[in-house]
């Protein structure tokens, strides 16, 4: 049995950002990762490439749907970097009246932030920092308060975007440039962004897209953090109220067989996202040990969208370039003046 200073499951976001912490801090990093390494060059441009036709879209990772959905049982996608591999780049704060009890929450669940925005706005500008975000949010009617700008300007509006933000403020609308983790700023270290159009659901074919693996797993390894890739977390087992133990299953490489292994440590930090890490919790019985045991895997908040498309006589993006750019806020908390949606005290964002 291997021990460590903290074990980290999962190397999305949250498991990338809590390891950048602790290597920082001289601690010994164990990192397990249930997906691989995604390949980079040419093949990621190719119309197969898209997040679900990749083998980090796993079947094996069954998850059965009671409602909705196009299928009764989905997979889930696992890599190294995690879903800021594939995602589109977006990132965005939380508003501070998103921090203040929200009436549509599920009555008598007494859910709550147990903080508010100003507490860890600090952390939101560290993370900027990290992710290398371009943006300017100066025409959001709803940014939040910032001790610091954005790292880093946006890069200027495609053509199409151009006529998009022309015409939102001809409707009496305010949009305002996406803040995205996406290099465009010329170094010698990094390659800057060709405004190719594979960027949402690919990964980088040139590694511009500033996700974790990219800025924060690979500088980490380098600084001595371990990685178990192709690596499940299996089983927590606890003593005394306390986890002692993670049980792993390491799958092998090129056919070769896995093997199970026991690791320990002082930490354990689950980051296996919103189905992974209670899907670890329950099958290890650890729910039992906490008083919010009702809640583990309910309450599930995830980013939902709907999609409009219109048409045109001709080809509106010609250059067919790279151009999601662009937001408004207009009814982020709701439109009083809709009938409709009056009584929802929040809409969201419109993206383009």
């Known amino acids: 049995m291997s021990a460590w200073d903290v074990v980290v499951v ?113 952390f939101y500008a560290e993370a900027e920092q990290l992710l290398g975000i371009h943006g300017d949010d100066s025409g959001d009617p709803t940014a ?17 975007s151009q006529r998009v933000a022309e015409a939102a403020v001809g409707l009496g609308l305010s949009p305002f440039h996406l803040p995205l983790a996406i290099n465009h700023s010329v170094t010698e270290q990094r390659k800057t962004c060709i405004t190719c159009r594979t960027c949402d659901t690919y990964a980088c074919a040139i590694e511009a897209k500033n996700d974790v693996a990219t800025m924060m797993i690979a500088p980490l390894v380098n600084r001595g953090m371990t990685l178990w890739k192709r ?3 299996v ?5 005394h109220g306390r986890v002692q133990k993670l049980h792993v299953w390491r799958r092998g490489e090129a056919g070769e067989p896995g093997r199970a292994e026991t690791v320990s440590a002082g930490r354990y930090v689950l980051a296996g996202g919103a189905l992974g890490t209670p899907h670890l919790l329950l099958a290890s019985g650890i729910d039992a040990l906490s008083p919010a045991r009702a809640a583990f895997g309910r309450y599930l908040m995830r980013h939902d969208n709907s999609m409009v498309f219109g048409f045109f006589p001709s080809a509106p993006d010609p250059d067919r370039v790279f151009h999601k750019q662009l937001a408004h806020h207009d009814w982020y908390f709701g439109d009083p003046e809709n009938d409709d949606v009056a009584d929802l005290t929040k809409l969201g964002g419109v993206q383009q």
């Open 10 to 122: 999962g190397s999305g976001f949250g498991g990338a950002m809590v390891a950048h912490r602790a290597v920082a801090a001289g601690a010994r990093v164990l990192m397990i990762e249930r997906g691989d390494w995604v390949p980079r060059g040419e093949a990621a441009w190719k119309p197969d490439a898209s997040l679900e036709l990749t083998e980090s879209y796993a079947k094996d990772i069954p998850y059965r749907c009671d409602r909705g959905g196009h299928a009764p049982v989905i997979g889930a996608y696992a890599c190294v970097g995690g879903p800021s591999v594939y995602y589109g780049c977006v990132g965005f704060r939380f508003r501070e009246r998103d921090f203040v009890g929200d009436p549509g929450v599920v009555a008598g669940s007494g859910a709550a932030w147990p903080f508010r925005y100003d507490e860890i706005e600090p």
């Open 144 to 160: 939040p308060r910032r001790s610091t700008p954005f790292p880093y300007p946006p890069a200027p509006l495609a053509a199409i």
């Open 231 to 233: 690596t499940i977390g």
């Open 235 to 239: 089983r927590l087992e606890a003593e």
